[in-house]
């Protein structure tokens, strides 16, 4: 790998939601770009600008934070996100996650 992918750095986490269960996540202007792989179950975000998206398994979805968003999960059973974060130009992310 050369240039830009060379020094690449991901971070993966998966959000595991349970029935019925949300979360929102706070405002992170620092954000750094994200990619979001629903592995299993529903998800239903609720941007701070009231859009809305809903997410089956298998749906993905690029997306950062840079303002709160609440995830749901609008099902009787849980639900697993992959969320593979950039760290390589945003190192305050390397050591902690978005998500933690």
Not at 20 to 44: Q, W
Not at 67 to 96: D, F, S
Request: net charge negative; proline share 8%; glycine share 8%.
């Amino acid at each position: 790998l050369t240039g830009e992918l060379a020094e690449a750095r991901l971070r993966p986490r998966v959000v595991v939601l349970g029935p019925e269960e949300s979360r929102t996540f706070p405002a992170r202007p620092d954000s750094s770009p994200m990619f979001a792989y629903v592995m299993e179950g529903k998800v239903k975000l609720i941007f701070a600008d009231g859009e809305t998206v809903s997410m089956d398994a298998g749906d993905v979805m690029h997306l950062s934070l840079p303002e709160h968003m609440t995830w749901i999960n609008p099902a009787k059973k849980g639900a697993q996100i992959l969320c593979i974060t950039v760290t390589r130009k945003y190192p305050q992310i390397a050591a902690k996650g978005e998500f933690e």
